[in-house]
């Protein structure tokens, strides 16, 4: 049973936070991605606050579902996440990518409460997903595995081996979710490599696909919950969304895929989101 619960409003008012959380996160730091974090906020801030069975008291409880982000360069959201769920105490943001930090760029298992694989390198966590729902189903436990993924990180032979295999074995315990934002580090991915049709490729490597509006709290919740009802196949969730969701100036633009905020340009983005730069930093200072 997931720890929180939280309804569609309460989900909405999270995802406004965490955006607020990765603003300031990256203007302290000086470095990071902005685009994605912003991107996959809406989602991911319901599987840990609505959906996924976890235990932040208990981050290695045996009865924890287990999310991966295979796009690890994501962390702002990632972490932002875990503090506001109690991991840690949500001060340690403010040390993101700083030296000495257990939060840096890239997602560490063996020093951060809550990360169950160590990623970065694109492409692997389908695999380990797919590694870990096998283990359930042999087990014969009812722990359900969630992978998120990259649109660019298909262009990635061994997500293809990993979906193969997840087809094949019919494991209706593990969920992909697809962050389809278009874009990736170099410019839109339909100009750097097309991976279209990607609901025909899932589904002829016999997965069951939905297809969402990433950013409609209602259609997520609906989807993950339809996911949990299917039965002889894996389940990816096609999350159509906006690379620098939230912040109109980073909208669908790709140049915000590896670039932080300026102090200028995040408090612009915290302006928008409803708050000021030193009132976000002291309430994450404060906790």
């Known amino acids: 049973m997931n720890p929180f ?6 989900l909405q008012e999270k995802a406004r936070d965490i955006r607020r959380d990765i603003i300031t996160m990256l203007v302290e730091a000086r470095s990071g991605h902005t685009g994605g974090p912003l991107s996959v906020t809406d989602f991911a801030t319901a599987l840990y606050f609505n959906i996924a069975n976890h235990n932040p008291e208990n981050p290695s409880d045996l009865n924890r579902d287990f999310i991966v982000y295979s796009i690890g360069h994501v962390t702002p959201a990632n972490y932002s996440i875990l503090a506001e769920c109690g991991y840690f105490p949500l001060r340690d943001l403010m040390t993101f990518r700083k030296l000495g930090s257990h939060l840096q760029g890239h997602p560490n298992m063996l020093e951060t409460p809550g990360i169950e694989a160590s990623t970065g390198s694109l492409g692997q966590g389908l695999s380990i997903s797919v590694g870990v729902a096998s283990g359930y189903r042999m087990d014969g ?8 993924m990259g649109d660019g990180e298909q262009q990635e032979g061994a997500v293809w081996e ?7 074995l019919k494991l209706d315990n593990l969920c992909a979710v697809l962050d389809l934002n278009n874009a990736q580090i170099d410019g839109p991915t339909d100009k750097i490599m097309s991976i279209q049709p990607i609901v025909d490729k899932y589904k002829s490597f016999n997965w069951n696909v939905i297809e969402i509006d990433g950013h409609d709290t209602e259609q997520i919740i609906k989807a993950f919950n ?5 039965r002889g196949m894996p389940t990816i969730i096609i999350a159509k969304t906006v690379m620098g969701k939230g912040v109109s100036f980073m909208e669908g633009d790709y140049r915000w895929h ?3 905020p300026t102090p200028e340009q995040g408090d612009d983005a915290l302006k928008e989101l409803g708050t000021t ?11």
């Open 5 to 10: 619960n939280y309804d569609i409003k309460q």
């Open 141 to 148: 436990k009812p722990n359900r595995a969630y992978c998120i």
């Open 162 to 168: 990993a979906a193969m295999a997840a087809g094949f």
């Open 226 to 230: 339809t996911a949990k009802t299917v």
């Open 258 to 260: 590896g670039v932080p």
């Open 277 to 287: 730069y030193e009132e976000w930093s002291q309430r994450l200072l404060s906790n």
